[in-house]
């Protein structure tokens, strides 16, 4: 399934065609949901209308420090975010495509329908801000055939009407919960694509850039068996500082630095 376009198969996802009123509002509801696909088909698919220049959507993380997961099973959280929407007219509508390494994080699909569990993927606040409705797709999930290394996920939201509004500035777009498997290592995440639309009657696209991260999936710095990372599992990985003690070891690498400690830190007072 992969070279449809994001937008083109919204109004056919069963989950948002029950979300809908019925009546007038059901028919303007699709036709709108329809102009943004049409806005994002192959015919004028990187024909960029709006011209607005240092409009970034990435991985939280990648501006920062890297995402970090614990191994076996948890969930680690990833946002996509978008920086400095300066469009007078704001953002009404977004669309992207992140790939990922299937062999260190997955995304659940309990029934192999390869549509996203629900919860897995969920709309950020900054869309609907000012108070426009909001109208998601479910997170849908690409094989490539081609590299066992990659999977995809596609997620596209838009806006319903004209007015209010729509947001400018900063804001989160989305959050995707991916789960971790059981190897330790660094998980590559890449914004293979990034769409944005605006708040005018042709919807144009907003020009923009991407920018990709590294997750770290690591070992849980539980020592004392709480199953909780506490102050005291923190200063053990910092008194076995330099030393090749595999237990205090989170990310595997066969020395105690500090990247360990760092890890530590970030998993402070999660559960284990």
């Excluded at 069963?14 to 007038?24: A, E, H």
């Excluded at 094989?143 to 806006?159: A, E, H, P, Q, V």
């Excluded at 850039?209 to 070992?219: C, H, I, Q, R, Y």
Aim: aromatic content about 8%.
């Amino acid at each position: 399934m992969q070279g449809l376009c994001p937008l083109s198969w919204l109004p056919q996802i069963p989950s948002l065609r029950r979300g809908f009123p019925f009546g007038f509002f059901k028919q303007v509801t699709i036709l709108f949901l329809t102009a943004i696909s049409t806005l994002f088909s192959p015919i004028i698919f990187g024909t960029v209308f709006a011209q607005i220049p240092n409009t970034t959507v990435y991985l939280f993380g990648s501006q920062s420090v890297s995402t970090i997961g614990i191994v076996g099973g948890h969930t680690m959280p990833v946002n996509v975010k978008v920086d400095n929407i300066t469009n007078s007219s704001g953002l009404a509508a977004f669309s992207f495509k992140i790939s990922y390494n299937p062999n260190l994080v997955s995304i659940p699909d309990a029934n192999n329908d390869y549509v996203a569990d629900a919860g897995t993927v969920s709309i950020g606040p900054f869309l609907g801000s000012s108070g426009k409705q909001v109208r998601c797709s479910d997170g849908y999930i690409d094989i490539d055939l081609n590299d066992s290394t990659k999977r995809y996920l596609r997620f596209t939201c838009g806006t319903l009407g004209p007015t209010p509004a729509a947001p400018t500035g900063s804001g989160v777009l989305a959050t995707v919960n991916f789960q971790t498997g059981n190897t330790i290592g660094s998980v590559p995440l890449g914004l293979v694509s990034a769409q944005l639309a605006d708040n005018t009657a042709n919807a144009n696209l907003i020009a923009n850039t991407t920018a990709d991260t590294n997750g770290l999936v690591a070992k849980c710095a539980d020592f004392n068996g709480d199953h909780r990372v506490t102050s005291s599992d923190i200063l053990a990985v910092v008194r076995n500082y330099h030393t090749a003690n595999l237990t205090y070891d989170l990310d595997a690498d066969g020395v105690v630095s500090s990247a360990d400690i760092l890890i530590a830190v970030r998993e402070y007072m999660k559960t284990c």
